[in-house]
C-alpha cells in the first residue's frame, strides 16, 4: 500500500492554508509555489522575465542646475528644501513582477490524513493524502515544472485540471487531448498613486505569455473538456508545465504574440515528452543533491528536533516556557541556499524581492530590486556557502545597469561612469523613481552602483578568477569609480563628500522638520572607500583592463573622503554630522555596512561605534534587518548577541500584524513576505562559523556558545580557499581542513589563538590543522 513518512524535517501534518505557507519550488526560470487544500491543490507559477510594461515614459526633464541648487541649500542648512527640490528627478516608478496564475488540481476528498514536505536536499516539494502521492520539482535540464501523481487505490485517481489567474487579459483553451494552454497579457504599467492605490494600466505593447500543462497518463485517461482537463482511473502521471514570456531584452519592445510563447513552451514539452517520471525525477534529485551537499551543517551536543512539524517545532521554540530549539538555525541556513538555488541560476534574471514568487499583480514593494539592501542581502551568500554560479544572474544584472546607468549619470549629476538608484526592474530602471512624489529618503540614493559593484569584488575575492576581472569585474567597478569621483564635492572642512546624500532609508529632525538628505552619510563614504579599496587591490591581476589615471583619481581622492564620525553617545555618526533620529530603532543599519557585509571598519574606535550603534538600534525589526544584525554581531565576534538575533528572527508569524520573523513555512516575514531575510540570515550564520579578509582567515570567530558542538563542511574563504571540513567540541576547535585552489599563505586563527598562525597551503590538495 502507497504510503508517505517524512524523509526531511521540513514536514507539516496541515495543509497550507495560503499562498506564503506553501512550499516553493523553482529552477531558476521558472517557480511554483504548492498550497492549497487537499481536495484543490493549487501551483502558483511565476516566470522571471513576466513583468509589467515596458516603461513608455521619458526620463524626468531635470531642471538645469538643479544639482548646484540642492548642494547650496544643504550648505546653508535647509535640507526639506534640498529634499524638495530633488523631487524634481524623479522619473515614473519601477514595473511590478506579475503572478502567471494558478494551475489547479481538483480531486474529490479521498478520505486519511495529510502529510507534506519540502525536501530540501532532492529539491523536491511532496504530499502524501487520500490514497495519492504527489510529487512536484522545477527542473534544470528541461526547464520545466514536473508534477508527479501516483496511487494504489483501486479505480485510480479522479481528477479535473484547471487554469486561474488575476491578469485581466487572458484566454484558456485546450491543447490536443492531453493539454490546457493559459495565454495572457501583463498589465502595460503597474504604479501607485498616494489618493487611489495601486494603479495598473492595460495598454500596448505589454508583456505577453503562455502557460502550458500536458498530461500523461500511465493508466486510466486523460481528455479536454472546454477549459480543463478531466483525470480518469489514472494510476499513475506525470504534468509537464512550461510558461514563455515574449521578452526579448531590456531595450526591445516585448514580443506582443501570446502564441509564440505557447510555440515554445509546447517545444520543450514535446522535447522532454518520451523521458520516464524516474529518468526526470533522479537526473534532477542528483543536479539538486550535488549542490546543495557542497556545505553541510550539523550541531551535536543539542536536542534532535524529534518527530513533530515544522510548524509546531517554530511554536514550541519560541514560547517563553519552552526550550529553544537549536536544530531550527541549520534548518534556516540550509533553506537559504535551497531558495537561492531555486531562484537564481547561470542564464535567468536575478532574484528580486520575492525571489521567484509572487501572487499579486499589484505586489508589495512591486516584487522589484530594492538596490539599497535588499538585493545585496538576497546574495550574501552566495561565494560563502558555496554557490557562485547562483550569483552569476546578479552579475549580470550589475553589468547591465552599468549600461544602462551612463545616461542617468550624465544627465543628472555631469559625471562620467554610472549610476543606479533606489530600485530597479527587469528594464534596468537606474533613474531616481517616485514621479515626483517619493520622499528622496527612498528614492534618491545614487550609490546603488556602488555597492552592486562590490558584489563583483567579492566574486572575485573569492574565486580569484583573472579572466572575470579583466573583461567583467574591473570595467563595470571602474565606471561606478568614475561616477563616485565625478560626484564628489568639497564640505567646508575641506574634505570630500557625497552630497546630496541619503541614507536608506532614514530621516533626522530639523527646525523645519524631518529631513533626508545631507552633505554625506556614513554609507555613502564607506561604500567609496570599499569601491576605490578593491580597484587599488585588484589592480595588478587587472592586467590592461587596470586604468592608471582612474587609479591616481582613486589615489588622490581616497585619504581626502571624510572620516567618519562618532556620536555623543558612542555611536557611529549616520550623517554629515550628529543629528537626531526621527526613529532611533529604525530598521535599516546602512552606516554600519562597512561592518557587514563590508569590511572597511577595521580601526577599534570605530568598530565600538559601531556595536553602540547595533546596540542602540536594538533587537526588534522586520525580519530582513534582524537578519542584518545577526551579520553584524557575528562579526563584532558576539555568538550570544547573533544567537539571540535568530531567536528573533525564528519567531513564527501567523498575519501580518505579527511583526517580522518567519512563516510556518519558514519564509522570511517582513512582513508581509520579502526573501532577502532568508538569505541574510543564511549568511549570517556562516559567519558565525567563518570569516576571511585579507590573508586572515577566522575559524569560529563567533560560535555561540549554545552550539558547543558541531561541524561544517565546505564553507568558502576568499583568496580560493574551501574550509571542507571544520569540526568543534566543548566549544573549541578540534580540527579543520582547507584546500586552496592555489598556492596560497595565509594567517589562520580560532578562538583559543590570540596570535595567528601563517600557512603555506599548496593547490589542490587538503591541509590539515589540528590544534
Not at 534574471?349 to 505586489?363: F, M, R
Not at 564628489?488 to 546624500?501: F, H, N, R, S
Not at 541614507?503 to 529631513?515: C, I, L, V, Y
Amino acid at each position: 500500500m502507497l504510503t508517505m513518512l517524512p524523509t526531511s524535517p521540513f514536514w507539516y501534518d496541515r495543509p497550507a492554508p495560503r499562498w506564503a505557507e506553501g512550499m516553493p519550488v523553482g529552477n531558476g526560470r521558472l517557480g511554483a509555489m504548492a498550497w492549497g487544500p487537499p481536495t484543490e491543490q493549487r501551483f502558483s507559477l511565476n516566470e522571471d522575465t513576466f513583468w509589467s510594461g515596458p516603461p513608455s515614459a521619458a526620463p524626468p526633464d531635470v531642471p538645469a542646475g538643479l544639482l548646484d541648487d540642492v548642494r547650496a541649500d544643504l550648505r546653508a542648512g535647509r535640507h526639506v528644501a534640498a529634499g524638495e527640490k530633488l523631487k524634481a528627478a524623479q522619473g515614473r516608478g519601477a514595473e511590478a513582477f506579475q503572478p502567471v496564475g494558478d494551475l489547479v488540481l481538483r480531486t474529490a476528498d479521498g478520505g486519511g490524513g495529510l502529510v507534506r514536505e519540502l525536501d530540501l536536499r532532492d529539491g523536491v516539494a511532496r504530499q502524501f493524502t487520500g490514497g495519492v502521492l504527489q510529487e512536484v520539482l522545477a527542473d534544470t535540464a528541461t526547464g520545466l515544472l514536473l508534477i508527479g501523481l501516483r496511487t494504489d487505490r483501486p479505480g485510480g485517481l479522479d481528477a479535473e485540471l484547471f487554469w486561474r489567474t488575476p491578469q485581466l487579459r487572458h484566454q484558456v483553451r485546450p491543447f490536443g487531448e492531453d493539454g490546457l494552454a493559459l495565454l495572457l497579457t501583463a498589465p502595460s504599467h503597474v504604479g501607485d498613486d498616494a489618493d487611489r492605490g495601486p494603479v495598473v494600466e492595460h495598454d500596448d505593447p505589454a508583456m505577453s505569455a503562455a502557460a502550458l500543462v500536458r498530461v500523461r497518463c500511465a493508466g486510466g485517461d486523460v481528455t479536454a473538456d472546454g477549459d480543463r482537463l478531466l483525470l480518469r482511473g489514472v494510476a499513475a502521471c506525470t504534468l509537464l508545465v512550461d510558461v514563455r514570456t515574449g521578452f526579448a531584452g531590456r531595450d526591445r519592445t516585448p514580443l506582443g504574440d501570446p502564441e509564440e510563447c505557447l510555440r515554445r513552451a509546447a517545444a520543450t514539452i514535446t522535447a522532454a515528452w518520451p523521458l520516464p517520471w524516474s529518468d526526470l525525477y533522479d537526473a534532477h534529485t542528483a543536479e539538486h543533491r550535488a549542490l546543495m551537499d557542497r556545505v553541510r551543517l550539523h550541531l551535536h551536543d543539542v536536542p534532535p528536533p524529534g518527530a513533530l512539524p515544522l510548524d509546531v517545532r517554530l511554536r514550541d521554540s519560541a514560547a517563553d516556557d519552552g526550550p529553544r530549539d537549536e536544530q531550527l538555525a541549520p534548518l534556516l541556513f540550509d533553506f537559504g541556499r535551497y531558495l537561492l538555488l531555486a531562484s537564481s541560476r547561470p542564464g535567468t534574471q536575478a532574484a528580486h524581492l520575492q525571489g521567484l514568487w509572487n501572487d499579486s499583480v499589484t505586489p508589495p514593494w512591486h516584487c522589484d530590486y530594492t538596490v539599497n539592501i535588499n538585493t545585496q542581502m538576497n546574495y550574501w551568500p552566495a561565494e560563502s556557502t558555496a554557490l557562485p554560479e547562483c550569483h552569476q544572474p546578479l552579475l549580470d544584472l550589475v553589468a547591465e545597469l552599468a549600461a544602462a546607468g551612463t545616461g542617468a549619470a550624465r544627465a543628472l549629476y555631469g559625471t562620467d561612469g554610472w549610476t543606479c538608484h533606489h530600485n530597479t526592474d527587469l528594464w534596468r530602471a537606474t533613474w531616481p523613481v517616485g514621479d515626483g512624489n517619493d520622499d528622496p529618503m527612498w528614492s534618491h540614493w545614487p550609490l546603488a552602483g556602488a555597492w552592486l559593484s562590490l558584489h563583483l569584488a567579492e566574486h572575485w575575492r573569492y574565486g580569484r578568477d583573472a579572466d572575470f576581472l579583466r573583461e567583467r569585474g574591473w570595467p563595470v567597478a571602474a565606471g561606478a569609480a568614475r561616477f563616485l569621483l565625478g560626484l564628489l564635492t568639497e564640505d567646508a572642512d575641506g574634505y570630500l563628500v557625497t552630497g546630496p546624500a541619503t541614507s536608506p532609508e532614514n530621516r533626522f529632525s530639523t527646525a523645519d522638520g524631518p529631513a533626508s538628505v545631507d552633505l554625506s552619510t556614513a554609507m555613502d563614504l564607506t561604500l567609496a572607500r570599499e569601491l576605490f579599496g578593491f580597484l587599488a587591490e585588484s589592480a595588478p591581476e587587472a592586467g590592461p583592463a587596470a586604468d592608471a589615471a582612474l587609479l591616481a583619481d582613486i589615489a588622490a581622492a581616497l585619504p581626502r573622503l571624510r572620516p567618519l564620525g562618532v556620536g555623543s553617545r558612542g555611536e557611529l555618526l549616520e550623517w554629515h554630522v550628529e543629528r537626531p533620529e526621527t526613529e532611533p530603532h529604525h530598521r535599516h543599519l546602512s552606516h554600519l555596512v562597512g561592518l557587514f557585509p563590508g569590511a572597511a571598519l577595521t580601526r577599534p574606535r570605530l568598530r565600538a561605534a559601531a556595536r553602540r550603534s547595533l546596540e542602540l538600534r536594538g533587537d526588534e525589526g522586520t525580519g530582513w534587518s534582524t537578519a542584518w544584525k545577526i551579520g553584524l554581531w557575528a562579526r563584532l565576534g558576539d555568538g550570544a548577541a547573533a544567537h539571540r538575533l535568530l531567536g528573533v528572527m525564528l519567531r513564527p508569524v501567523e498575519s501580518d500584524a505579527d511583526g517580522g520573523g518567519v512563516y510556518p513555512s519558514l519564509l522570511c516575514a517582513h512582513p508581509p513576505f520579502q526573501i532577502d531575510g532568508n538569505f541574510g540570515a543564511t549568511a549570517g550564520i556562516a559567519e558565525l562559523l567563518v570569516q576571511s579578509h585579507g590573508d586572515v582567515l577566522d575559524l569560529l570567530p563567533a560560535l555561540p556558545p549554545a552550539w558547543p558542538a558541531g561541524e561544517v563542511r565546505g564553507l568558502r574563504a576568499r583568496g580560493g580557499v574551501t574550509v571542507e571540513h571544520l569540526a568543534w567540541s566543548a566549544s573549541t576547535l578540534r580540527s579543520a581542513i582547507l584546500r586552496a585552489e592555489r598556492p596560497t599563505t595565509l594567517r589562520v586563527r580560532w578562538p583559543s589563538t590570540p596570535t595567528p598562525r601563517t600557512l603555506t597551503l599548496p593547490p589542490g590538495r587538503p591541509y590539515h590543522l589540528t590544534p
